[in-house]
C-alpha cells in the first residue's frame, strides 16, 4: 500500500463539559472533552506511545500491527455506561459502510482503566463490536504515557460503596495513516458517515 504523507490537521469538537489542561512536559494542550476546543495535531513520537501496550490476547501492540492500514483509535473503558459504546459502535458502522475498503482500516480501542480492563475484559468487551477490533491495555504507566501523547484526559468520579466508579473521558475518535501519521481527530458527534465519507475520500485519491 502506498505510504501516506497526508497530515490534515482539522480539529473536532470534543464532547462534554470539562477542563482544557495544559501539557506542560510537552507544551500543547491536552483537549478534554470540551465542546467547541480543538485537539492538537499529534506527532509520529506521540502516535507511537500506543506501541507500548498490549493487546486482548495479551500479545504486544508493536508498529508492525499497525502497518499497511489506516488506524480509527477511541479510548475509553469497558464500564462506561453510554459515550464509549456509542463511540464504539460508530466505529462499527464505519467498517460495516466501508464493505470491502474496510480491509484497509484497523478499529483500535484504547482502555483507560486497566486495573479493570484485563486482556480478558477487553476481548470480550470488543466481541460485541466490529470484530477486527484491537483492544489495547497495559499498566497504568504505560496508558499514562499514551494519554499524554494523544493528548486525552480521564477524570475518574468517586467510587461507590461496591468500589465501582466511572470516568469522564476524551471522546473522540483518531485516525492514524499506515506510516503512522496523524491524518485526522473526530469528535464524539461526527456521525459514522461523516467518517466514511472522509476515509473513502482519502482510498478513491490513492487508488483504492
Not at 91 to 105: A, H
Not at 114 to 133: G, N
Request: net charge neutral.
Amino acid at each position: 500500500m502506498h505510504r501516506i504523507g497526508l497530515v490534515l490537521v482539522v480539529a473536532g469538537s470534543l464532547f462534554s463539559s470539562i477542563a482544557v489542561q495544559a501539557n506542560d512536559a510537552k507544551n500543547k494542550s491536552v483537549a478534554t472533552a470540551t465542546e467547541g476546543e480543538h485537539h492538537p495535531a499529534l506527532s509520529k513520537a506521540d502516535v507511537a506511545t500506543i506501541y507500548g501496550l498490549i493487546d486482548q490476547t495479551g500479545k504486544p501492540a508493536g508498529p508492525e500491527r499497525f502497518k499497511g492500514r489506516f488506524s480509527l483509535i477511541v479510548f475509553g473503558y469497558t464500564a462506561c455506561p453510554d459515550v464509549c459504546p456509542t463511540a464504539m459502535t460508530h466505529v462499527t458502522s464505519v467498517m460495516e459502510q466501508l464493505g470491502p475498503l474496510s480491509r484497509y482500516v484497523q478499529p483500535v480501542f484504547v482502555t483507560f482503566d486497566p486495573a479493570r480492563d484485563t486482556p480478558e475484559v477487553m476481548r470480550d468487551y470488543v466481541s460485541h463490536f466490529d470484530k477486527r477490533t484491537l483492544a489495547l491495555t497495559g499498566p497504568m504507566p504505560a496508558i499514562k504515557t499514551v494519554q499524554e501523547g494523544y493528548g486525552v484526559l480521564s477524570v475518574p468520579g468517586p467510587k461507590d460503596a461496591d468500589g465501582s466508579y466511572f470516568i469522564s473521558p476524551t471522546a473522540a475518535k483518531y485516525l492514524i495513516g499506515p506510516d503512522g501519521t496523524h491524518v485526522q481527530s473526530f469528535s464524539h458527534d461526527d456521525p459514522p458517515e461523516q467518517i466514511t465519507g472522509f476515509l473513502k475520500g482519502i482510498f478513491s485519491r490513492i487508488g483504492k
